[in-house]
Structure formats: C-alpha cells, structure tokens
C-alpha cells in the first residue's frame, strides 16, 4: 500500500501537484492552500472551490432578493470602474488582458474564501496591475459602504468574465468587451458614486 507523504498513516489516493507526491483525502482537504501551495490546474482544488463557492452563493441568495441584485450592481461597477479607468490609462489594453485580469481577481478571492489567507492574483504583466486595481476598488467600497464580502466579489468577477467573453467575441478587434465598459461606466466614477451613496444614507 502506498502511504499518504503527509500524515505517514492513511492511503495515498491523491497526486497532490505541490508536494510532488501521493497523498490522503483527509490531508489534501485539510492542507489545501494553508500548508500546501495548490496550482490552480489541481483537479481536487477545482473541484473543491467549485462546490464550497456554490454552497455559500446559495447562502448569500437566500436573504432579500432585491437587496442581493442591488448590491450585485454596486460591485459589478466598482469592478468596471476599474477596467474603465485603466483602459482609460492605456488605450492599446486588450479584452484578452481585462478578463486574464478578471479570471485572476475571482481565483485570487476563491483562495482567500477557502483558506482565510489572502492570495496574490496570480497572473503577469499588465493583467496583475489592472487585477490589483479591481481588487483595489472593490477594497475601497468594502471601506465605505461595507461590501462587497468575498463570495460576492468572486460570484461578480466570474459573471463579468462571461459578459466580457461574450462582447469580446461579437467584435474583431479584441477590444469590444473595454469599448462598451468605457461608455456604461466612465472613468474614475466610483467616488461619485461612493459619495451619493454615502450621503443619502446620512440625510
Ligand atoms: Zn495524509
């Protein structure tokens, strides 16, 4: 019997990417991401964020719908706002950068979820700068009007990779998916924004 390389007592069921060996169930769901520095690609990590993710949307849809779709919106914004603002910045960005940025901030968060340590997103070049924008804004507003919590943000980064795929695939230039975000959501809005938020809730 091949014995886990962790726990030295348990079956080794599982090839584990980050030791490099077989492992045990137990140890796998134990270790993932706090011990063990899990690739994105592992199957048992995948699997696993796919189904605790889905479990805590249920959650967080159970309480007042329309005040679940509403804070949906505010952070779907505060994420745009950021590509807007950053596409803004650099008009050669790419819809293929914008969602590597968007896909990289909702694996970053379901880490964080998983674990309760934060995680860097995980991706280069100007996809990470723009990562750390979004992440940047959706930081800001959780500052100041209290969300987005995490299950959110992840749930709303994943359905604008969709949305951006989609656009991004109705035009040939690669730019489609930024092009509309620039004339939903205007640059360097988010403050206004946070601000008539934060002032009618005073009056
Ligand atoms: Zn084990």
């Known amino acids: 019997?091949?014995?886990?390389?962790?726990?030295?007592?348990?079956?080794?069921?599982?090839?584990?990417?980050?030791?490099?060996?077989?492992?045990?169930?137990?140890?796998?769901?134990?270790?993932?991401?706090?011990?063990?520095?899990?690739?994105?690609?592992?199957?048992?990590?995948?699997?696993?964020?796919?189904?605790?993710?889905?479990?805590?949307?249920?959650?967080?849809?159970?309480?007042?719908?329309?005040?679940?779709?509403?804070?949906?919106?505010?952070?779907?914004?505060?994420?745009?706002?950021?590509?807007?603002t950053f596409a803004a910045e650099h008009p050669d960005l790419t819809d293929a950068e914008a969602i590597s940025a968007l896909q990289a901030v909702q694996d970053a968060v379901e880490r964080e979820v998983m674990s309760g340590i934060p995680h860097e997103p995980n991706v280069d070049g100007r996809a990470k700068e723009l990562a750390l924008r979004i992440l940047k804004n959706a930081q800001t507003m959780r500052q100041r009007i209290g969300i987005p919590h995490n299950v959110l943000l992840a749930r709303v980064a994943r359905l604008l990779t969709q949305r951006a795929m989609l656009l991004s695939q109705r035009t040939r230039d690669g730019q489609g998916y930024l092009r509309t975000v620039r004339i939903d959501v205007p640059p360097n809005s988010l403050e206004q924004l946070l601000e008539r938020l934060t002032s009618s809730a005073r009056s």
């Open 1 to 84: 019997m091949v014995v886990c390389v962790l726990c030295r007592q348990r079956k080794g069921k599982r090839f584990c990417p980050a030791v490099y060996n077989l492992i045990c169930p137990t140890c796998c769901g134990t270790h993932r991401l706090k011990k063990l520095n899990c690739p994105s690609s592992c199957p048992y990590l995948r699997q696993a964020k796919a189904l605790e993710m889905a479990q805590r949307e249920a959650e967080w849809a159970q309480k007042s719908s329309e005040r679940a779709e509403i804070e949906q919106r505010l952070t779907a914004f505060a994420l745009e706002e950021a590509i807007s």
